[in-house]
């Protein structure tokens, strides 16, 4: 397991303490598995398949199929 040092403003840490309960380990992993979890969350990965990849914004944008309704770029919402 690597480790990583955090340097926070005082705000946030002292928000991180209280909800802690002020035990320092107890803050370690509310970190941790905040990363994890914003890490896991769908929206952030990419697929395999390129149809589905919702990594490049401006991709997507572009990526209007002949034939279809769309007139001009995909998202200007007219």
Known sequence: MKSLKLSLDDTTYEQ??????G???AMKGFVAKA????LADSYHKTSEDP???IGN????LKSG????RSYGI???GW
């Open 16 to 21: 991180l303490h209280a909800r802690c309960g």
């Open 23 to 25: 035990d320092e380990e």
């Open 35 to 38: 990363i994890v979890d914003w």
């Open 51 to 53: 149809e589905k990849n």
């Open 57 to 60: 914004l401006d991709e997507y």
């Open 65 to 68: 199929k002949p034939g279809t």
């Open 74 to 76: 995909k998202g200007q």
